[in-house]
C-alpha cells in the first residue's frame, strides 16, 4: 500500500542557497505535519496542514521556513537562505484522525 | 524547557526479558501519550497509545502504563525480542489544538539475543 513518501531522500546544499522538500501523504488524509529531527535530538514540529483551514505554523523557526499545501495532497518545504544549523531530518507526517500520525521515510538536508 | 523528557538515552536488554522505557511530561495538561519506534532511515511508526482517562493499555506484547498524579508513562515490552532493537519515542499531545506531537529524545533500545 502507498505510505507517505517524501523527496528527494538525501539533500546536500551550499550555506545561503534555497532549498524545496516535498511530501506526498496518503491519500484521503486530511492532517499533513511537518518536523524535524537534528542529531541527537527529538522530533520537533514545524507545521500543521488540516483541510482547508489556516495552517499551524507556530514551530516554524525563523521567516526563512515556509510551506504550502496545494489542493489538499501534496506539500513543499522551503527554506530559505539555508544555514548549517537547518542541517536536519525532515519528516512528513499524515493523519485520518488525531491519534496517529503515519510518517515518511525522511529527507535528510546536510547544509555545507 | 523540554515538555517530554526521555532520560535514558539508551537500554540493553536480553532476549526474552522485560523491556522497560521511561517518559516524564511536565504539563498535566496533555490528554493523549504514544510511543513511536524508529528503525535507522525510517520515519517512525506508532506503536500504541493511551488516553488520560486510561492507566493501561496492553497490544500483544507492548502495554503502556500512565501515572497521571506523576506525570509519568513507561512502555513495556515482554518478551523483548532482537527485531525491537530500535529507537522509541514517547510523544504527547492535546486533543484540542492541533494535534501536534510532542516528542521527547528517544531511548534506543538494544535486545541481545
Known amino acids: 500500500g502507498a505510505g507517505v513518501s517524501q523527496s528527494p531522500s538525501n539533500k546536500v546544499t551550499e550555506k545561503g542557497k534555497d532549498v524545496e522538500l516535498r511530501c506526498d501523504p496518503i491519500?484521503?488524509?486530511?492532517?499533513l505535519y511537518w518536523y524535524r529531527q537534528s542529531l541527537g535530538q527529538g522530533l520537533e514540529f514545524l507545521i500543521y496542514?488540516?483541510?482547508?483551514?489556516?495552517?499551524?505554523k507556530s514551530g516554524l523557526p525563523s521567516d526563512r521556513f515556509s510551506a504550502e499545501r496545494t489542493g489538499g495532497s501534496v506539500s513543499t518545504l522551503t527554506i530559505q537562505r539555508t544555514q548549517q544549523e537547518d542541517s536536519a531530518v525532515y519528516l512528513c507526517?499524515?493523519?485520518?484522525?488525531?491519534?496517529?500520525?503515519?510518517f515518511g521515510p525522511g529527507t535528510r538536508l546536510t547544509v555545507t | 524547557d523540554q515538555q517530554v523528557k526521555q532520560n535514558s538515552p539508551s537500554l540493553s536488554v536480553q532476549e526474552g526479558r522485560i523491556s522497560i522505557l521511561n517518559c516524564d511530561y511536565t504539563?498535566?495538561?496533555?490528554?493523549?501519550f504514544l510511543w513511536y519506534k524508529k528503525y535507522p532511515a525510517e520515519g517512525p511508526t506508532f506503536l500504541i497509545s493511551?488516553?488520560?482517562?486510561?492507566d493501561k493499555n496492553e497490544d500483544g506484547r507492548f502495554t503502556v502504563f500512565l501515572n497521571k498524579s506523576a506525570k509519568h508513562l513507561s512502555l513495556h515490552i515482554v518478551p523483548s525480542q532482537p527485531g525491537d532493537s530500535a529507537v522509541y519515542f514517547c510523544?504527547?499531545?492535546?486533543?484540542?489544538?492541533?494535534?501536534?506531537?510532542?516528542f521527547g529524545s528517544g531511548t534506543r533500545l538494544l535486545v541481545r539475543p
Open positions: 507526517a499524515s493523519s485520518l484522525n488525531a491519534y496517529e500520525q503515519y
Open positions: 491519500s484521503g488524509h486530511t492532517a
Open positions: 496542514f488540516q483541510g482547508n483551514s489556516a495552517p499551524d
Open positions: 504539563n498535566s495538561m496533555f490528554d493523549y
Open positions: 493511551i488516553s488520560s482517562i486510561k
Open positions: 510523544a504527547i499531545t492535546d486533543l484540542n489544538g492541533s494535534y501536534k506531537l510532542i
